[in-house]
């Protein structure tokens, strides 16, 4: 018996060893992203936070990219699988069993026939010659660090998202602000148009005109209001705070800044900054380690079975070994070689696929954010705001006083808002042309952290 714990200790002997080498120094290199799930409510501190700020918070309590990051460690046992050496069989066999016409006798007594009964112990394992183990978890590595990769090409992609909607969310608030202050306005003009109509003053269609025109000013303020309501439900949804029934309020406004002062360098980008590329590249290294591996399982001898047993029959103990190893004739991985071979070839071209994409991004991305950037130079250079509310200020007095009529009133009016709400919207798409090309040249998330 002794031999036998001894054989034992040894089939069980590559187990730590395999497992301990291969797996810690993955799990030891690789950032598990740790996160922090307050649940606390910061709605009320919101507009005391700056875009870097509201978008820490929320990829450390948004539950769907919470959600999302648990499949590294989902891929973290993938990997922790693929390192485990193959378990031992123990294998316990009675034999010499004397037999009666009653049925079986005490096992452990001396048969008529048979002799003493053999008790017979053994011990299986099988041996890796191929280094089948080490191959798969050099694959299952690289699958480790794909599913990252792919983690951060989500996380890229949340991140334009929430940035998206918070210029949107500002952008709309700015049109309702300065469109109440006019809806405001109106109100008091038409009062002061009714009084000037009872006395005779103005002619009474001049009141229903710019009542009509109120209207309007007051259906393009609700539709506003209700387009913030829907940004704000978004923007909620991925800060992950709850809903709340009163109105969101932000830190910051819609101001222009150069590019310049922003820290982007335009033509100044590496497309290997792209998660989803870098995602893909893992996968062509992992298909080429897996045409290897399946040429390893499809070897000679890729698992040898060792085994030992001891026999023990009444006073005489004997002990043996034997190794069984399977004759790779027939099959011999064909078809999974084969297929691991094209799966390699399809990834490299989908690698070179997704270069041209990026670039074709990137450069419509730039081309986007250069267009906006110079027509709000040009705004900012002639003073187009400033000029445009001295215009329509003078139009308003002059109308007040009587010296202009309602026709050209109306039309200083609706031309002041109408650039009002195309220079603010520039200014919008001006600043989500910078995430858009930032999340293009892959600068827009984790990898930037």
Known sequence: MRFFSIL?????????????????????????????????????????????????YSISNNPIYLAEKQNINMSRGDLITSALYRNPVFQYQTQFLPLSSNGFQNPFTTGSTGGPVEIAPAVYQDIDLAGVIQQQTKVAKKEFLSQIAAFEDFDRMFRLRLRQNYWLYLYVTELINFQKEFHENYNDLLELTKFRAEKGDISPLEYDRIFLEKIRIEKDYKESEILRSQVAKDLRFLIGISPKSKILTLKGHLKYVSSKELGIKMNEFNIEDRPDLKGLQLKVAKNRMNIELQKKQGGVAPFVNLGGEVRAKGNESYAGVFVTMPLKVFDRNQG???????????????????????????????????????????????????????????????????????????????????????????????????????????KLGMINE
């Open 8 to 56: 034992l200790f040894l089939a069980l002997l590559p187990v730590t060893a395999q497992s301990s080498e291969d797996v810690e120094d993955v799990l030891e290199t690789i950032n598990p992203y740790r996160t922090d799930t307050r649940s606390e409510d910061v709605e009320d501190v919101l507009k005391e936070w700056d875009l870097d700020r509201i978008e820490k």
């Open 336 to 442: 999974n070689i084969f297929k691991a071979e094209e799966q390699y070839k399809k990834s490299i071209l989908e690698v070179e696929s997704k270069k041209k994409q990026i670039y074709a991004e990137i450069r419509a991305a730039m081309r986007e954010l250069e267009s906006r950037e110079e027509l709000l130079q040009g705004y900012d250079k002639v003073k187009l705001i400033d000029k445009n509310r001295e215009v329509q200020e003078k139009y308003r007095l002059a109308y007040i006083r009587g010296a202009s009529n309602l026709v050209s009133f109306l039309e200083a009016e609706k031309n002041y808002l109408t650039v009002l709400k195309g220079y603010y919207e520039q200014i919008y798409l001006y600043f989500n042309a910078i995430e858009s090309y930032r999340a293009a040249v892959g």
